[in-house]
Structure formats: structure tokens, C-alpha cells
């Protein structure tokens, strides 16, 4: 069986303090002495030196590695398919302009299949501002709806929880 990263790595750690050490050894050789000898003494010829090879310990004898047993599943329950909420946001502007006319969320409708109006739609006046806002469910406005003058002053609101009231039955 090949080895784990992990287990390629715990057997390297038992050479961890040599190759430390070997690397200070290394740094501070390169160094040169930390401070000049005495004026009145001569410097003494350097004396090549064999280099010291330590032999690694042996590695630590390792626990083999045994997968984690998962505990017994129960069975499982059929699975109940819930329909996806797919929702396109459409925009639609004035025409030969990129001012936004028409925001609103389409959503198919689950009995016939259909993109409808559902959820927050916003309308604005040409020069941008917003005429009014509020929520559809299969193309009716239904909650409270709010309308502004060209300004974007706040001129009334409609209650239309049960989807009554003046309905447009465009946008």
C-alpha cells in the first residue's frame, strides 16, 4: 500500500532537528567569526575539518492507518421531490433608451406550466424614477402596492392582499 501525504510527512519528522541544525550550521559558518582576533595575535591558518555525518534515527515504528467505520445508516426514507423555485428576472426598457420601464420576477406556474408574473415587480417614468412598486402572484398585484409622482414623492398606496382592486392586466 503507498503511503498517505500524511504518513510521507510523519516519517520525515523524526530528521526534522538535523536538517534544522545542519542548516544553522551552514548559516553560521558562512558567517565568518563574530569578532576579529586581538591586534597582537596572528591569525591561526584554518584547519580543514572532516565533516561530521550523524546517522538519522530510525524512523518511530507507525500505526497503520485504519478508515473510520461509519456507523450503520438507517434506511432510507423515499425522497420527496420538491419543485425548484426558478425564477427570471425580466427587464424591459423605453423604447430607444437603456432607462428601465418594467422589473419584475417570472416564475412557471406549477398547474399549466406557464412564466408568470410572481414576486416583486417595479415600474418607473421615463426619466427613471419609480412609478411604483409591489408584488404579483399569476400576473395579479396582490399586497399592498405603492405609487409615486414623477418627482418620486410617495403619492398613495393600495391594499390588495386578495388580489382585488383595479387591475391593469398589463404591467
Not at 591561526?44 to 507507525?62: G, T
Not at 461509519?70 to 423604447?95: G, H, L, Q, R
Not at 417570472?106 to 416583486?120: H, T, V
Request: glycine share 8%.
Amino acid at each position: 500500500m503507498a503511503p498517505t501525504p500524511r504518513t510521507f510527512v510523519r516519517s520525515l519528522m523524526p530528521l526534522m532537528p538535523l536538517v534544522l541544525l545542519a542548516a544553522s550550521a551552514t548559516i553560521v559558518a558562512s558567517c565568518g567569526p563574530s569578532s576579529p582576533p586581538p591586534a597582537n595575535q596572528p591569525r591561526a591558518a584554518k584547519q580543514p575539518s572532516a565533516p561530521k555525518v550523524e546517522k538519522p534515527a530510525p524512523p518511530a515504528a507507525e500505526k497503520p492507518v485504519t478508515p473510520a467505520t461509519p456507523a450503520p445508516k438507517a434506511p432510507d426514507a423515499p425522497k420527496v421531490e420538491t419543485p425548484k423555485d426558478e425564477m427570471k428576472p425580466s427587464i424591459e426598457y423605453w423604447e430607444g433608451t437603456k432607462v428601465p420601464k418594467y422589473k419584475y420576477e417570472m416564475r412557471k406556474d406549477p398547474a399549466d406550466g406557464k412564466w408568470k408574473r410572481n414576486g416583486f415587480s417595479t415600474a418607473y417614468y421615463s426619466n427613471g424614477v419609480k412609478e411604483r412598486e409591489g408584488v404579483y402572484k399569476n400576473n395579479k398585484r396582490v399586497a399592498v402596492w405603492k405609487y409615486y409622482d414623477e418627482s418620486g414623492k410617495l403619492s398613495r398606496e393600495e391594499d390588495r392582499r386578495d388580489g382585488g382592486g383595479p387591475d391593469t392586466g398589463g404591467h
